[in-house]
């Protein structure tokens, strides 16, 4: 893949619970290996990925992922829930190798359901690019605080473009106001893909945004027999410009 571009995918696995409601983690393992390794991606964000509840325990193999994918598994201790977790609050994030990370926080959202976000500065060629991942509230208003909090941290950090993506919950194709750049501090923008349900999908509740100058291209939903059965959500992916 030629110049300044982030190929990227995203993909709420539901715990590894499939639509036939079996819990099988190496059907999610294979889906990724098959629909998403040949793509050549620099970012993979999954959600769900951990249990649901404390401790908030693994339940897939991340090396192996790592090895399949040839992507790199970023989460140290600091950014893991705790130690029986792979990632922060089902968010895992997996990069690139070529991407070299400078910064990594974790951010802590508000609900009843305990929400996060992920964030990675990276440098890719030449360019600094910061990627967030997140799964926000299915509650309306709790979303637009979610956002509220993810734009304040923007705020504090260095100003460059910035890729959000992972599992908003808002099934609005215009994001409603969770995403005014009053509220957020910058315009997030991408196209609209329906994920879900994965079977027949209706709602674009899976996002890849990027500000300018940066654009979200060739997105499409991934839509294999494997996929579509292991997972509620359908992967979501895209080429992201770095100009």
């Known amino acids: ?31 990724i290996d098959e629909a998403l390794t040949p793509l050549d991606l620099h970012v993979l964000a999954l959600q769900e990925a951990d249990e649901e509840c ?4 693994s ?28 990632g922060f609050l089902g968010t ?5 190798p070529t991407l070299e990370r400078t ?9 009843h359901c305990h929400r996060g976000a992920v964030s ?3 440098i890719h060629d030449t360019r600094p ?16 605080v979610q956002m509220r909090i993810i734009g304040q941290y923007l705020r504090r950090r260095p100003p460059m473009q910035t890729v959000l993506l992972g599992d908003l919950n808002e099934w609005r194709p215009w994001g409603g106001m969770m995403l005014h750049p009053g509220l957020v501090g ?18 674009p509740l899976d996002r890849i945004l990027t500000n300018a100058p940066g654009e979200v291209r060739d997105m499409r939903t991934v839509h294999t027999g494997q996929a579509a059965i292991a997972s509620d959500h359908l992967p979501l992916e895209a080429i992201v410009t770095v100009p």
């Open 129 to 144: 690019v910061r990627i967030m991942s997140t799964h926000l509230s299915l509650f309306q208003p709790l979303r637009i």
């Open 186 to 203: 910058t315009a997030l923008r991408g196209p609209v893909r329906r994920t879900f349900p994965s079977t027949r999908p209706v709602l």
């Open 59 to 86: 339940i897939f193999d991340v090396a192996q992922i790592a090895v399949d994918t040839g992507l790199d598994y970023i989460h140290d201790p600091t950014l893991r829930w705790g130690p029986d977790s792979d």
């Open 92 to 96: 895992i994030l997996f990069l690139s």
């Open 120 to 122: 990675v500065e990276v």
């Open 103 to 111: 910064q990594t926080d974790v951010i802590d959202l508000p609900g």
């Open 1 to 31: 893949m030629g110049g300044r571009q982030l190929r990227c995918a995203t993909w709420n696995v539901h715990r590894a619970k499939g639509t036939d409601g079996r819990i099988d983690p190496g059907r999610v393992m294979t889906a």
């Open 54 to 57: 404390r401790p908030h325990a």
